[in-house]
């Protein structure tokens, strides 16, 4: 079912008591999201954010995005979208509603690293990181040691596999990632699951610099790989920018990060091309899976002869004297692939 904005401005009604709808217009929904969305202004000049399921699956994510935005609010300085009211529908899930958070999406492709918000982007990510797990763990959010979390990826592998359409030179590069057990020696931590640019919204300040204003999308927080949180950086940005992140999140971390965090980011993106892929066949439109195919041939043929993992040392290099972080380790440039296409869901 597809609602008009002013069809969700009467159910945010029905969801906050005196919120009077004035206006409504249309607002950008996730890729790979069944859901309706829009911008709603009220009698007080509040703008409010109310969204809708269509389908059971879009319900079950969004009430869990609910719930982790509400677990992380009192625990971060930037604001997330704390669902304000809800009404449950009559086919099925619910209307959430919550106050609209000033500010665009952050282009993580037009990322200078001089600009400050480089800096602050790190920093936020590494207090999301740094939340206590318990916090996810008790409310019933996903959990994965380091190496569940590996079984995983391996797991989706071989789904990948079976589909019969990705090409075999990713399937060997991403399994050479995945069986290296070294790679995946990390500290499982909070994570936002899926953070890109349209997740963290900026506005100027009033001196004229930008400002990381919010941090929205929370459906797939979980316990994991810190990583995650850095694919759409590593897929998106300029190498230059990258590091820098990397290095403001190394030093506002409370605990060191580990060595080969930028690489399994690199992994984690171009698996996102396999998302798109099971998203289409779960559609079940044949353009739409033919248009995730394609894309993944053109990867293929991006990073064929770019090694994704790193290079073994020989006999004549120096023996590192210590596993270096982000901030040590990050100078090397770090080859990303541009997408002009749909975000990875």
Not at 316 to 329: C, L, Q, S, V
Request: proline share 8%; net charge negative.
């Amino acid at each position: 079912m597809t609602r008009t904005p002013f069809q969700l401005a009467a159910l945010a009604s029905a969801a906050v008591p005196g919120l009077d709808p004035v206006a409504a217009g249309d607002f950008p929904v996730d890729p790979g999201m069944a859901v309706d969305v829009a911008l709603v202004e009220d009698t007080r000049g509040r703008n409010w954010i109310v969204r809708a399921s269509a389908s059971a699956a879009a319900a079950v994510a969004l009430d869990a995005g609910a719930a982790a935005a509400k677990l992380v609010a009192k625990h971060l300085d930037i604001r997330v979208p704390v669902t304000r009211g809800s009404v449950a529908l009559k086919e099925g899930g619910r209307v959430h509603v919550h106050a609209a958070i000033p500010g665009r999406g952050l282009r993580l492709a037009a990322l200078d690293p001089a600009f400050p918000v480089v800096a602050d982007l790190g920093r936020a990510i590494a207090a999301i990181h740094d939340l206590d797990p318990a916090l996810f763990e008790d409310a019933g959010l996903e959990s994965y040691s380091h190496d569940e979390y590996r079984q995983r990826r391996l797991a989706e592998l071989d789904r990948a596999a079976a589909t019969g359409k990705v090409p075999a030179g990713l399937l060997t590069r991403w399994e050479a990632a995945l069986e290296n057990v070294a790679l995946w020696q990390f500290v499982p931590v909070p994570v936002h699951g899926g953070l890109d640019g349209r997740h963290v919204l900026m506005a100027l300040a009033d001196d004229g610099t930008a400002k990381i204003t919010g941090i929205v999308g929370w459906r797939r927080a979980k316990v994991a790989d810190p990583a995650d949180d850095f694919a759409g950086l590593v897929r998106d940005a300029a190498a230059p920018a990258v590091i820098e992140v990397a290095r403001a999140y190394a030093r506002a971390r409370h605990s060191r990060p580990d060595r080969h965090l930028l690489t399994r980011a690199k992994l984690v993106a171009e698996l996102g091309y396999v998302t798109d892929l099971f998203d289409a066949l779960a559609a079940g439109y044949p353009q739409v899976v033919d248009a995730a195919t394609a894309r993944l041939q053109e990867l293929a043929a991006d990073v064929e002869g770019d090694e994704l993992l790193p290079a073994p040392a020989t006999p004549r290099d120096p023996a590192p004297a210590a596993a270096p972080t982000p901030d040590e380790g990050a100078t090397a440039p770090i080859e990303t692939s541009e997408r002009q296409d749909k975000t990875p869901g």
